[in-house]
């Protein structure tokens, strides 16, 4: 054999031995993933198992531990599982939790400004053009700002628009502010501030304690959200008239909350699933709703003999008017919640300006199609 052939054999050795070591290390790699096993959440909601809101967290629960293929697995609990549902932010923010759902204003009382992200008339913005202000206006960096001003260790994602909130399940229907005065009512964030203007006494209370509480006299009258909501979790036991229509919650929204040293510690694919999904359930829970709410709606008619009234307009007006009152006592109280204020007041004026100028009001086709000198239509 020649020196040559020597150095050639030589080298096709090398090749081999490479080429095998890199065949086994690509069939080990999936071996060592696999070993890991899936990261597994624990989290709760702030709403009884029983609640619409409750299955809309499973429901994005469920999207991310199918898009991540199962590599990412969220365990949602309802409320009073591990923590009381007043006490989510803290759970999370200790780790206790590693997230959870709820909604902002159930941490009014950790930072007032929190209950900016739906709790008021949202400065004539719907719950969907306030979640645009919050991704495109500047909301998601003050969001961030605020949660670092009282050291909340999370990373949140408000998304969920929901509809106009009724005011209230009440005794008899209210004509007038006067009604309001010493009414033992139940509500949450700003708008504990806002009711207790209008004369009333206010109480808050997490969703699944209200009926309970109307029930026993605790309460005289309540607002928690919408028609599945209020129905399931029993309001037309202890109430038959409903007042539809008011500015104390008119463009408020979910929140997804994560643990955020266990959240930075995704790998960026997983976070990348995480931000997709909020966006597509934020979408999915608004079809839901439509269709859900509006079925409850009828039913509660129908079958439970419930009567719903228009908010008269003096009511409305007088919102508006104490909302404004409280806002600017709590701006000169707390730099964060100016800040805030004047980010959505500028961001609103020329959105709902665009709005109100382009989106074509739907009553007159409403009634024109189902109206009382409507034709019937086959």
């Not at 009711?195 to 026993?216: C, K, Q, Y």
């Not at 037309?236 to 959240?263: G, P, R, W």
């Not at 707390?334 to 300006?353: D, H, M």
Request: charged share 20%; hydrophobic share 40%; net charge positive.
């Amino acid at each position: 054999m020649t020196k040559s052939s020597k150095g050639s054999t030589s080298s096709r050795r090398r090749f081999l031995k490479v080429a095998a070591a890199g065949a086994a290390a690509s069939v080990a790699a999936p071996t060592i993933v696999s070993a890991q096993g899936p990261i597994n959440m624990r989290w709760q909601s702030t709403w009884p198992a029983k609640d619409i809101f409750h299955e809309y967290a499973l429901d994005y629960a469920k999207k991310v531990n199918d898009m991540t293929g199962g590599d990412l697995k969220i365990e949602v609990l309802p409320a009073g599982a591990v923590v009381p549902a007043f006490g989510l932010l803290d759970a999370v923010s200790k780790g206790t939790l590693d997230g959870g759902h709820g909604v902002l204003v159930y941490h009014y009382g950790k930072q007032t400004a929190l209950a900016l992200w739906g709790s008021g008339p949202g400065y004539a913005m719907d719950a969907n053009m306030l979640l645009a202000w919050h991704k495109y206006g500047g909301g998601k960096e003050l969001l961030a700002k605020l949660y670092a001003s009282i050291g909340a260790n999370v990373v949140s994602f408000p998304y969920g628009p929901m509809p106009t909130q009724p005011l209230g399940w009440f005794k008899k229907p209210m004509s007038k502010v006067e009604d309001f005065q010493g009414l033992k009512f139940r509500t949450v964030g700003i708008s504990i501030d806002v009711f207790t203007g209008l004369g009333a006494a206010v109480n808050a209370l997490p969703g699944g304690e209200i009926v309970s509480a109307m029930d026993r006299g605790l309460l005289d009258a309540a607002e928690f959200n919408n028609a599945t909501s209020d129905r399931v979790l029993g309001f037309t036991d202890v109430s038959k008239i409903c007042m539809l229509q008011s500015y104390h919650q008119n463009a408020e929204q979910f929140e997804i909350m994560f643990n955020k040293a266990k959240y930075d510690a995704l790998p960026d694919k997983m976070k990348a699933i995480i931000s997709n999904a909020v966006e597509a359930s934020s979408q999915d829970m608004s079809w839901k709703a439509i269709d859900r709410y509006s079925k409850d709606y009828e039913e509660m008619q129908t079958k439970d003999k419930v009567k719903f009234y228009k908010t008269p307009d003096s009511i409305l007006q007088k919102q508006l008017e104490i909302y404004d009152q409280v806002v600017e006592k709590k701006s000169a109280e707390n730099p964060l919640f100016k800040e805030i204020v004047e980010s959505q007041l500028a961001f609103a004026r020329r959105a709902t300006q665009w709005e109100n100028d382009t989106v074509v009001n739907r009553r007159m086709a409403y009634n024109h199609y189902f109206g009382p000198n409507a034709k019937k239509k086959t």
